[in-house]
């Protein structure tokens, strides 16, 4: 039999999707086999402290939704915790991970900086690099490139804090471009947080303001209406695999913070009823998409349809996609012949192949010196 793999989990975390993130930890502990995986979580706390206590796995194995910095003093603070965790880990080398699954959503997790002290420490990780996961977390960048590979977005505008423009130039300048209704929408969040679906000229400037707390960039974008959002599940390298689209119809008037995680309402439909053409489309669309931005391993690609039109756009792609029960990543997979607990192995086997692919490239990259587990 093949030798234990060694599995960290990093979950929680800063970003407004903490609890998600640790639903979805559940979840992946929950299909472990224990005979193949020795896991090990470390937890992030609201605050960002780092967490490495053996307790931690039970608690989110029997349900705990959000890890408190009150509750788990045992962690230690940013950067010097980080350091410890990985330290402790090294210090005892039959317990090293072989790779490190960040199972985190939005900024300090799902957008380059956890990915970028991976690779500094050298250890071979789940998912998008450093490049991909930062293009994936900006919405307008993604947009930018999508476009330069004539992937089909809506019209869009993009405007910083730091220029002399006031939000009534702004406004003024999207409605010379743009119809309503428009989203404005911070270019880094995800979540839906600081989201406004924009339907009058008076609204603009109080939904820039939203926005702008939230990010010092705002995209306004043409309101798809009647819309259908269809989502693919991308998984591999090049050529990457993708999945049966799924449909996602909000309980909401758009796919907002409640109708995402407060409400049950928002109805899965997997598949999307698509026709065979637009299926077909959606796919390539996905997987051009997962190569124009250069994403590694796995990625939910998320579409906007004109539910009159049949027009197709790509509205963003999501590197660090849910693994809940109910998550359209793991179930989209599930839809297309591939288990949850097979797409783990998988993911874990991708996050090896990229490692050692790169490893046999470098010399400089290889910044880390000691490479994390030679062994395997
Ligand atoms: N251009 C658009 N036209 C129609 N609906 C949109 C548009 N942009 C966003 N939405 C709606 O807002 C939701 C959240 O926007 P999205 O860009 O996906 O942000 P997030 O990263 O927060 O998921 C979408 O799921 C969709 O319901
Ligand atoms: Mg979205």
């Known amino acids: 039999m093949a030798a234990k793999r060694h599995l960290m989990i990093l979950c929680g975390g800063r970003s407004a999707e903490h609890e998600v993130s640790l639903t979805s930890a559940r979840s992946v502990l929950q299909v472990l086999d224990p005979q193949r995986y020795e896991v090990t979580v470390v937890g992030i706390t609201r605050g960002g402290r780092w967490i490495l206590d053996p307790r931690l796995q039970k608690a989110i194995r029997e349900g705990l939704t959000a890890i408190e910095d009150e509750a788990w003093q045992e962690g230690v603070s940013w950067l010097q915790g980080l350091l410890q965790v990985f330290d402790r880990r090294l210090a005892q080398p039959e317990s090293r991970p072989t790779v490190v699954f960040p199972l985190l959503h939005g900024p300090f997790g799902e957008d380059g900086t956890v990915q970028g002290l991976l690779e500094i420490l050298g ?49 003024r300048e999207a409605q010379e471009f743009l119809e309503f209704p428009m989203f404005v929408k911070p270019v880094n969040l995800g979540s839906s947080v600081g ?18 707390l939230y990010d010092t960039r705002v995209l306004v974008e043409q309101g798809v209406e009647p819309a259908r959002e269809i989502e693919v599940s991308v998984l591999g390298t090049a050529p990457p695999e993708v999945s049966v689209p799924g449909e996602i119809v909000p309980a909401h008037e758009f796919y907002d913070y409640e109708a ?20 077909a489309r959606v796919q390539n669309l996905a997987r051009l998409a997962f190569l124009a931005l250069g994403l590694e391993g796995m990625a939910r690609v998320d579409f906007l349809m004109n539910a009159e039109t049949g027009e197709i756009f790509v509205n963003e792609v999501n590197t660090i996609p849910g693994f809940t029960p109910i998550s359209m990543y793991p179930k989209l997979w599930e839809a297309s012949g591939l288990p949850y607990a097979q797409l783990i192995d998988r993911l874990v086997d991708l996050a090896l192949e990229r490692f050692e692919r790169r490893r046999r490239k470098a010399v400089h990259w290889q910044a880390g010196g000691e490479s994390w587990d030679k062994s395997s």
Not at 123 to 141: Q, T
């Open 123 to 171: 250890v071979p990780y789940v998912g998008a690099g450093v490049l991909g996961s930062a293009i994936g977390m900006d919405k307008a960048v993604t947009k930018d490139l999508l476009q330069a590979f004539q992937v089909p977005v809506v019209p869009y505008l993009v405007f910083r804090e730091d220029t002399d423009a006031s939000l009534e130039d702004i406004a």
């Open 195 to 212: 989201i406004t679906k924009v339907k009058r000229p008076e609204d603009l400037v109080p939904a820039l303001k939203t926005a702008f």
């Open 260 to 279: 995402k995680y407060l409400e049950a309402g928002s109805r899965l439909l997997i598949p999307a009823p698509l026709d065979p053409e637009e299926t």
